[in-house]
Each structure stands twice: as structure tokens, then as C-alpha cells.
């Protein structure tokens, strides 16, 4: 168990509604990453935050927002989903957003658009 | 761009025997360089990383990876497999906005 939460395991939904994953990280970690893992495009890395602020953005759709909220969990907006949208969806926590901090993974949000 | 590659998706392997599984990389500058495990319907678990420092890294569960700066590798390494070390395995890069690019994973499998 890393101590990393996410809530719901599994969300099942349809086109074009809009869905809200939620995150928390390790205690004492204030860094928050989001993933996608598909079958297509495999593990890439979305938005990050720390303490509060958007620090970094990577391959995020604009159909997808996210947040760091003072208690430091984060929420992963996803609106108009589309299919292709499926996937499962990872939260990751560090101490701080250096470049030799682990990343601790939650178990994951498996997202099936139908 | 910070990047990895995993050149095998699959690693055969009999229990017992050793196992590595590669990754070369494509950095600049010094690279921070990752390896975790995931599990059948299970979250990345963390084994190792290199920083700096001592070129043979030694992780959890009895796995070690070796930074070959000259190979440009990190493979990952086990002197003796174990059934329950089937999984998929991946590399990956910090970059530089301290996210992780992650290659396309290699899936182990150990026979009895």
C-alpha cells in the first residue's frame, strides 16, 4: 500500500457526461501528479500540482481540468467524454516536485465510457 | 525531450534463473532514472531509482538495475526469478518539469 488513495475504482459512464476522480495523497507529501494509461498511448503524464498550484501540464486535453485543494487532495475533472476517454487514471504523490522525489502511485480510477 | 525505451515487450523467463529486463534512455544532462512494477488491476509499485552515485542501484523485492552511461542503459535486473514476479515492469525518465515519461512497459513472465 503506498498511502496514496484514489476513489472510485471504477466508473462507468456514458458520451459526453462528465465524471470527477478524486485523489489523496501520502501524508506529509505535497506534490500531486495525475497519469492516463491506455492500451494505445500507454502511460502519460497529464497535470501536476503543488501545494495548491498548477505546476506543470503534459499531454491534458482542454475537456480536462484538475485541482489541489488546501487539504492537498486533488479532483480530476473530465467533461464531454468521448470513448476514447477509457482508460484507467492514476494519482501520484511526492514530498516535492524535485527531480530526485519518488513518485507513489494510488491504485487507480478505471474509467469505461460507453 | 527526456525519454526511455523498453526494446522487449516480453521477457521470458524459468524460476530460478536470473532475469533483466531493458531500458535504454535518452536524456540531457544527468538523468534520474526510475523502474516500478504493476501488478494485475493494481496501482505502480516503486522498486528503484538512480540518482547519482553507486552505478549498481539495488531496489525492493531483490531486484538491482545497473546505469551504463556509456550503453545509455538501466536495465533491471534479479538473480533469481520467482513465479510471483510475473508482472509488467516499466522505465522511466524524470523530465524536466519533474513529471515521469514512462516507456511502453515489458511484460515478465516466470514459469514454474
Known amino acids: 500500500d503506498s498511502g496514496v488513495t484514489q476513489t472510485p475504482k471504477h466508473l462507468i459512464t456514458a458520451t459526453g457526461q462528465r465524471v470527477t476522480l478524486r485523489c489523496s495523497p501520502r501524508?506529509?507529501?505535497?506534490?500531486v501528479y495525475w497519469y492516463q494509461q491506455s492500451l494505445d498511448q500507454g502511460l502519460q503524464f497529464l497535470i501536476q500540482?503543488?501545494?495548491?498550484?498548477?505546476?506543470a501540464k503534459g499531454n491534458i486535453l482542454e475537456r480536462f481540468s484538475a485541482q489541489q485543494f488546501p487539504d492537498l487532495h486533488s479532483e480530476l475533472n473530465l467533461s464531454s467524454l468521448e470513448l476514447g476517454d477509457s482508460a484507467l487514471y492514476f494519482c501520484a504523490s511526492s514530498v516535492a516536485p524535485g527531480g530526485a522525489e519518488t513518485q507513489y502511485f494510488g491504485p487507480g480510477t478505471r474509467l469505461l465510457v460507453l | 525531450a527526456q525519454s526511455v525505451a523498453q526494446p522487449e515487450d516480453q521477457v521470458n523467463v524459468a524460476e530460478g534463473n536470473p532475469l533483466t529486463v531493458k531500458c535504454t534512455y535518452s536524456?540531457?544532462?544527468?538523468?534520474?532514472l526510475f523502474w516500478y512494477v504493476q501488478y494485475p488491476n493494481r496501482g505502480l509499485q516503486f522498486l528503484l531509482k538512480y540518482i547519482t552515485g553507486d552505478n549498481l542501484v539495488k531496489g525492493s523485492y531483490g531486484f538491482e538495475a545497473e546505469f551504463n552511461k556509456s550503453q545509455t542503459s538501466f536495465h533491471l535486473k534479479k538473480p533469481s526469478a520467482l513465479v510471483s514476479d510475473s508482472a509488467l515492469y516499466f522505465c522511466?525518465?524524470?523530465?524536466?518539469?519533474?513529471?515521469?515519461?514512462f516507456g511502453k512497459g515489458t511484460s515478465l513472465l516466470v514459469t514454474p
Open positions: 522511466a525518465v524524470r523530465n524536466s518539469g519533474y513529471a515521469l515519461n
Open positions: 500540482y503543488y501545494n495548491g498550484e498548477e505546476r
Open positions: 536524456v540531457s544532462g544527468n538523468p534520474y
Open positions: 501524508s506529509g507529501d505535497l506534490s
